[in-house]
């Protein structure tokens, strides 16, 4: 094969030139097959590159600049500070890049885990395989529910419609026949008999041979533009804003800086250097990489708990969340149905009903639900005397399914409706008993069925509606209109166990802040049931039918006293998650189904299962491999803890690190000569950062994770208005201190203030990382020990050769007898400034 493959023509003919045979391709063929053509990664998450990560660090332009800059003073003769400014800006590089690659690694192989599958057939037998190791030439089947996984030509399909949105923009769903070969428009989309990458199978089912994968696929040339990131949440947008912050202050402070040197007639590249090291010193730059750490970190500790998260922001938004919208199966029940009554219309047990359900289940083709597989469980029906002729797919605004039948050896020809029970009484004009007796549907009767199927849902039990209708023989199609003037022949009845731990998990997540509410399409009685079984309260309840009926300001009035929202479809579900997020809530939707890939796009954290459909799973942020609403609770805390760290990162950078920048600016403009070598500063940026990659693993306050918690750019802002002026007067002090103590040593007064300024602004971080007293919650130890030795290298640095090479010279005793008072009065004032800020109500 080569990149002009030909495709098109008669599948046939592909087929044989491709000497593709039944059994599928050979394990052989298909890694020779995926060395030429690549993986197949569009709908996979791509892997970071190492490359692309390098140069997003290099990016940076001071970095840039500094180079730059060193660079001319190498021309100028000054080799040894440009190859120690080489050397720190390395170091710093790598050390964050080695976090940051490290954190995308532990991510990719935890997502990979949930990539989405497709069922191939190679050498000979069928198999499930991650998506991007399918290879053109390959054999694959699909039905309803799935996501295609490349481009493919249709070799065979059954009631076949896809929805191509996500390519054409047309939402509504396009059928699809195998032999057709109609061509409406461009590429695999606009072909009958293709199907394109990034399409999901609405209903039907099909076998189909591969034939672009990757880039060469419609999906992939658009991928680049198609952008599938979703827009930043509150709490990106938060960080990005106090990076623009910062970078703002930066850029005042160096022109201030360079314009006073320049003013006093200093040597213009020191000054410069000054500046541009200051400059570093200020930025933020390690931000995107703590972000990142924490939020990996935080996606493995959810792993353990057996929690996939595909999009690492969302632990954010898990921390922020206030509301959960669960769906009722599986969230409050074992989703473990199974069929326990099939009765006629008087409520006798009828074998007909079991015959014509089992009927309907076996040949729909649609998406297989859980009530259909209770079907089936049940004493596996025998077809053998029936042959399909045509089926109506079910969905779920109509909430049934039809299939017509006839006899194998030729007889009446049957449409057997099977659906939600309402709605097959209202399109049923006749009842049929078991022994056969037909009654017409009049009012009174109709009104004995609607009672008879709420004493069902009163007792816990879910029911489907079984209708049926001879049609003429002639007829061997089947659509929407022929659902009327049906025999109504009974209801199949179905449990589905509570789930025991539901109201302790619910509880739970109402005591972290989090108020649940279940939207289900299932009937409002068999959820109340659930609800009073397991002991959950129902504040208030709305049915999609009265949902249907409200503006959306109505609705809004509501939501507040509402937790039960009963027989919604997909729209009404996506119409009260952006009601509720109108409100301001930030809101999480559990949810499996195809019916809830919509709210699951719209919710702010969208949560599905390992055995979830694919359109479910891939509109989900995070994926549950076991069930259950604790799991979420711990996210939950997770995310918390999540913000919580990289809150004291910003702290920290924004109070005592900023102070410290600004005193040095100051210091500029009062001295003679510069108040800290430009290496020196670099270096001093290179130790507190390093002090601080314990950060993401920092144990946090047990206050932090009481609440949600949203990002504050406020209570930031009050920090740095009230600790970087203590930070810049304690460094004035010193200051005083240092012109007393060596008036005319330059290289005694750099590196005193390289220590005095390092040790504060280091061990504030004991301080800063807690609410409460700095003993009562203590820091991880990895935090500790970077910290305190980073403390005590600064402390010995003078005394080193190092340090005579970074121009420092060792220090009197005086010198540290005045640090032993300075540093832990500086901490004690900004333990009360902290108590102080802490205590405003708004902080
Ligand atoms: N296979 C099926 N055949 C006929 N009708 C079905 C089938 N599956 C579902 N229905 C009807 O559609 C309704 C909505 O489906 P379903 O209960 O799966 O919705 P849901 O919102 O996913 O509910 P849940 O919250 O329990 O997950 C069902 O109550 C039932 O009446
Ligand atoms: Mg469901």
Same mark, same amino acid.
């Given at each position: 094969?080569?990149? =002009?493959?030909?495709?098109?023509?008669?599948?046939?003919?592909?087929?044989?030139?491709?000497?593709?045979?039944?059994?599928?391709?050979?394990?052989?063929?298909?890694?020779?097959?995926?060395?030429?053509?690549?993986?197949?990664?569009?709908?996979?998450?791509?892997?970071?590159?190492?490359?692309?990560?390098?140069?997003?660090?290099?990016?940076?332009?001071?970095?840039?600049?500094?180079?730059?800059?060193?660079?001319?003073?190498?021309?100028?003769?000054?080799?040894?500070?440009?190859?120690?400014?080489?050397?720190?800006?390395?170091?710093?590089?790598?050390? +964050?890049?080695?976090?940051?690659?490290?954190?995308?690694?532990?991510?990719?192989?935890?997502?990979? %885990?949930?990539?989405?599958?497709?069922?191939?057939?190679?050498?000979?037998?069928?198999?499930?395989?991650?998506?991007?190791?399918?290879?053109?030439?390959?054999?694959?089947?699909?039905?309803?529910?799935?996501?295609?996984?490349? +481009?493919?030509?249709?070799?065979?399909?059954?009631?076949? #419609?896809?929805?191509?949105?996500?390519?054409?923009?047309?939402?509504?769903?396009?059928?699809?026949?195998?032999?057709?070969?109609?061509?409406?428009?461009?590429?695999? =989309?606009?072909?009958?008999?293709a199907v394109a990458m990034g399409s999901s199978i609405v209903s039907g089912s099909a076998t189909a041979l591969v034939c672009r994968t990757g880039r060469e696929a419609m999906l992939g040339t658009v991928a680049a533009s198609l952008g599938r990131r979703r827009p930043p949440d509150a709490f990106e947008i938060g960080v990005r804003r106090f990076g623009f912050l910062m970078l703002r202050l930066t850029v005042f402070l160096v022109l201030f800086v360079l314009a006073v040197n320049l003013a006093f007639h200093r040597p213009w590249l020191e000054a410069l250097m000054f500046a541009l090291a200051l400059a570093v010193g200020l930025t933020p730059e390690l931000l995107p990489m703590i972000v990142t750490v924490t939020l990996a970190r935080g996606a493995r500790r959810m792993a353990a708990r057996r929690v996939i998260v595909k999009r690492l922001a969302a632990i954010h938004d898990l921390g922020a969340m206030d509301i959960l919208c669960a769906d009722k199966t599986g969230s409050l029940t074992e989703a473990r149905i199974r069929l326990v009554g099939h009765i006629d219309p008087t409520g006798a047990e009828s074998e007909e009903v079991l015959r014509l359900a089992g009927l309907n289940s076996v040949f729909e083709s649609g998406i297989r639900s859980p009530l259909d597989d209770a079907i089936l469980e049940h004493g596996r029906p025998d077809v053998s005397a029936w042959r399909k002729l045509d089926e109506v797919p079910f969905? #779920?605004?109509?909430?049934?399914?039809?299939?017509? $039948?006839?006899?194998?050896?030729?007889? =009446?020809?049957?449409?057997?409706?099977?659906?939600?029970?309402?709605?097959?009484?209202?399109?049923?004009?006749?009842?049929?008993?078991?022994?056969?007796?037909?009654?017409?549907?009049?009012?009174?009767?109709?009104?004995?069925?609607?009672? /008879?199927?709420?004493?069902?849902?009163?007792?816990?039990?879910?029911?489907?509606?079984?209708?049926?209708?001879?049609?003429?023989?002639?007829?061997?199609?089947?659509?929407?209109?022929?659902?009327?003037?049906?025999?109504?022949?009974?209801?199949?009845?179905?449990?589905?166990?509570?789930?025991? +731990? =539901?109201?302790?998990?619910?509880?739970?997540?109402?005591?972290?802040?989090?108020?649940?509410?279940?939207?289900?399409?299932?009937?409002?009685?068999?959820?109340?049931?659930?609800?009073?079984?397991?002991?959950?309260?129902?504040?208030?309840?709305?049915?999609?039918?009265?949902?249907?009926? /409200?503006?959306?300001?109505?609705?809004?009035?509501?939501?507040?006293?509402?937790?039960?929202?009963?027989?919604?479809?997909?729209?009404?579900?996506?119409?009260?998650?952006?009601?509720?997020?109108?409100?301001?809530?930030?809101?999480?939707?559990?949810?499996?189904?195809?019916?809830?890939?919509?709210?699951?796009?719209?919710?702010?954290?969208?949560?599905?299962?390992?055995?979830?459909?694919?359109?479910?799973?891939?509109?989900?942020?995070?994926?549950?491999?076991?069930?259950?609403?604790?799991?979420?609770?711990?996210?939950?805390?997770?995310?918390?803890?999540?913000?919580?760290?990289?809150?004291?990162?910003?702290?920290?950078?924004?109070?005592?690190?900023?102070?410290?920048?600004?005193?040095?600016?100051?210091?500029?403009?009062?001295?003679?000569?510069?108040? /800290?070598?430009?290496?020196?500063?670099?270096?001093?940026?290179?130790?507190?950062?390093?002090?601080?990659?314990?950060?993401?693993?920092?144990?946090?306050?047990?206050?932090?994770?009481?609440?949600?918690?949203?990002?504050?750019?406020?209570?930031?802002?009050?920090? /740095?208005?009230?600790?970087?002026?203590?930070?810049?007067?304690?460094?004035?002090?010193?200051?005083? $201190?240092?012109?007393?103590?060596?008036?005319? +040593?330059?290289?005694?007064?750099?590196?005193?203030?390289?220590?005095?300024?390092?040790?504060?602004?280091?061990?504030?971080?004991?301080?800063?990382?807690?609410?409460?007293?700095?003993?009562?919650?203590?820091?991880?130890?990895?935090? %500790?020990?970077?910290?305190?030795?980073?403390?005590?290298?600064?402390?010995?640095?003078?005394?080193?050769?190092?340090?005579?090479?970074?121009?420092?010279?060792?220090?009197?005793?005086?010198?540290?007898?005045?640090?032993? $008072?300075?540093?832990?009065?500086?901490?004690?004032?900004?333990?009360?400034?902290?108590?102080?800020?802490?205590?405003?109500?708004?902080?």
């Open positions: 094969m080569d990149r =002009a493959e030909d495709w098109s023509g008669s599948i046939e003919g592909v087929l044989g030139r491709l000497a593709v045979t039944p059994s599928g391709l050979s394990s052989d063929q298909a890694s020779t097959a995926r060395q030429r053509w690549g993986t197949n990664d569009v709908l996979a998450h791509r892997r970071a590159s190492v490359t692309a990560l390098l140069l997003d660090r290099l990016r940076n332009p001071l970095i840039l600049l500094l180079l730059l800059a060193s660079g001319l003073s190498l021309a100028a003769g000054e080799t040894r500070s440009f190859v120690i400014v080489l050397g720190i800006l390395s170091i710093s590089v790598a050390i +964050d890049f080695a976090q940051e690659f490290q954190a995308h690694r532990t991510v990719e192989a935890l997502q990979r %885990s949930v990539a989405l599958r497709a069922r191939v057939r190679r050498d000979g037998s069928d198999r499930e395989i991650p998506v991007d190791e399918l290879v053109p030439g390959d054999i694959v089947r699909f039905s309803a529910g799935d996501i295609v996984p490349a +481009d493919c030509r249709l070799i065979e399909s059954r009631d076949l #419609f896809v929805n191509q949105a996500l390519l054409t923009g047309e939402s509504y769903p396009v059928e699809k026949n195998a032999g057709d070969r109609t061509i409406t428009g461009e590429g695999p =989309a606009g072909a009958a008999d969905d #779920f605004e109509r909430r049934r399914v039809s299939v017509l $039948v006839e006899p194998v050896g030729g007889g =009446a020809r049957l449409l057997v409706v099977k659906g939600a029970p309402e709605d097959i009484l209202q399109i049923s004009t006749t009842a049929v008993t078991a022994s056969g007796e037909t009654r017409p549907l009049d009012a009174a009767e109709r009104g004995r069925l609607a009672a /008879m199927f709420e004493g069902i849902g009163a007792d816990g039990q879910r029911a489907l509606g079984i209708a049926f209708r001879e049609v003429a023989l002639t007829q061997d199609h089947a659509a929407l209109q022929d659902e009327g003037e049906l025999a109504f022949a009974g209801f199949v009845t179905f449990v589905d166990p509570p789930k025991p +731990d =539901a109201a302790a998990a619910i509880h739970a997540l109402g005591e972290a802040g989090i108020s649940v509410k279940i939207l289900t399409g299932d009937n409002e009685r068999v959820t109340q049931h659930v609800c009073a079984e397991l002991g959950i309260p129902v504040i208030g309840m709305l049915t999609g039918a009265e949902i249907a009926g /409200m503006s959306d300001e109505a609705l809004l009035g509501r939501l507040a006293t509402v937790n039960l929202f009963c027989r919604v479809n997909p729209q009404q579900k996506r119409r009260v998650l952006a009601a509720f997020r109108r409100l301001g809530h930030v809101v999480g939707f559990l949810g499996d189904g195809a019916n809830d890939a919509s709210a699951l796009h719209e919710a702010d954290v969208g949560i599905s299962v390992q055995t979830a459909t694919d359109v479910a799973k891939e509109a989900a942020d995070l994926v549950l491999l076991d069930r259950d609403l604790s799991v979420i609770h711990a996210g939950a805390l997770e995310g918390r803890r999540t913000v919580a760290n990289v809150t004291k990162y910003i702290l920290m950078g924004s109070s005592s690190n900023l102070g410290n920048m600004a005193s040095m600016a100051g210091a500029a403009f009062l001295l003679p000569f510069l108040p /800290m070598l430009p290496v020196q500063v670099l270096l001093n940026n290179l130790l507190y950062d390093l002090s601080e990659l314990g950060l993401p693993f920092d144990r946090v306050d047990p206050e932090a994770l009481r609440r949600p918690v949203r990002w504050d750019l406020a209570r930031v802002v009050r920090f /740095m208005l009230v600790l970087g002026p203590i930070s810049s007067l304690f460094d004035f002090l010193t200051f005083g $201190v240092l012109l007393a103590l060596f008036s005319g +040593d330059e290289a005694a007064f750099q590196t005193g203030w390289f220590v005095e300024s390092l040790l504060t602004q280091v061990l504030v971080i004991f301080v800063i990382r807690t609410r409460g007293a700095p003993w009562a919650n203590r820091p991880h130890p990895l935090l %500790s020990a970077l910290s305190l030795g980073v403390a005590g290298l600064a402390t010995l640095l003078p005394f080193t050769g190092l340090g005579a090479i970074l121009g420092m010279t060792p220090l009197p005793s005086v010198f540290y007898l005045f640090l032993a $008072v300075v540093v832990p009065a500086y901490l004690g004032i900004v333990e009360i400034a902290k108590r102080l800020l802490l205590r405003d109500p708004a902080g």
